[in-house]
């Protein structure tokens, strides 16, 4: 496995590709035997790659993108929790799923979505600043037909970025929906065909790095309210998450539902 990190050496790291192109970085997700899904080493990995961008002044904004064309990613790898192991960045848990959902920098970050991201694959577009999904992609939380919720940030981001009471139906119902309607509901900036996703995140980071990156930089910690690398505003919402996940993980329906699979083709 091939991989540049921000200092433009070779690098291999927890099954990620880093590049730099121009003044961005270039995360990927290289697990496309699992379907990109999760695990420790892939959020240490992709944690690491904040953290580098953030303090690499050359670096104006993050695209993170799956390796493959099947799946952006496909949330928890389901293995490495059956054998009970944890998938957080060790000594990082606080970065959340993937190193990424919890992990507030500066820099714009945008998801290039390139095929299936229900579960944690939604929960990473919806804490990504801006998003281009391929026109095959596929959406959803289907978490409580698992007998858990979607705890990286789902169950309370979807109703902040879309309609309430549309996010709360896809919250209850769990049901998947395609990159039109994600477009149609604002969850996504752009939809274009599967070969142009990556470009097209690209070229949006391009147009990022043409303006002032300190302006930039402090217009998001303003927009999204972070405050020495955190948001304060979302700390009691993810204690009650924490809490309320815990419980659930207990009970026999969670323990039955996770050794189940996603569905892995687009609804209808």
């Known amino acids: 496995m091939e991989s ?9 790291d927890g099954g990620t590709r880093w590049r730099h192109r121009n003044e961005h ?3 990927t ?6 379907m990109n899904a999760v695990n420790a080493d892939l959020s240490a990995a992709v944690g690491a790659a904040l953290e580098a961008a953030e303090q690499d002044r050359e670096v104006r904004a993050v695209v993170l993108t799956g390796a493959g064309d099947r799946a952006f990613c496909a949330g928890a790898d389901l293995k490495a929790l059956a054998r009970d192991e944890s998938i957080a960045a060790p000594g990082h848990e606080d970065w959340g799923f993937l190193g990424y959902v919890r992990h507030a920098i ?4 945008i998801a290039a979505i390139n095929g299936f991201a229900l579960g944690g694959g939604t ?11 391929a026109d095959t992609a596929v959406f959803g939380l289907p978490e409580v037909s698992r007998g858990i919720f979607a705890a990286a940030g789902g169950v309370f981001r979807l109703p902040e970025q879309l309609p309430r009471k549309i996010a709360m139906e896809m919250v209850l119902t769990g049901e998947p929906f395609d990159a039109a309607r994600a477009l149609q509901l604002g969850l996504v900036n752009r939809v274009v065909p599967a070969a142009e996703v990556l470009d097209t995140a690209l070229a949006l980071a391009e147009r990022i790095a043409a303006n002032a990156p300190l302006a930039v930089q402090a217009s998001k910690r303003v927009a999204l309210g972070i405050r020495e690398g955190g948001v ?4 009691c919402v993810w204690e009650h998450n924490d809490q309320e996940i815990r419980g659930l993980l207990a009970t026999d329906d969670a323990k039955e539902g996770t050794r189940a ?8």
Do not use: F, M, Q, Y
């Open 123 to 133: 929960e990473l577009v919806l804490a990504s600043d801006l998003a281009v999904a």
């Open 261 to 268: 699979s996603w569905p892995t083709s687009a609804p209808e």
């Open 4 to 12: 540049i990190n921000c200092s433009r050496s070779p690098h291999a």
């Open 106 to 109: 500066s820099k714009p970050t």
């Open 29 to 34: 997700l290289n697990r496309p035997h699992a």
């Open 25 to 27: 970085l270039l995360v």
């Open 232 to 235: 304060p505003g979302e700390a």
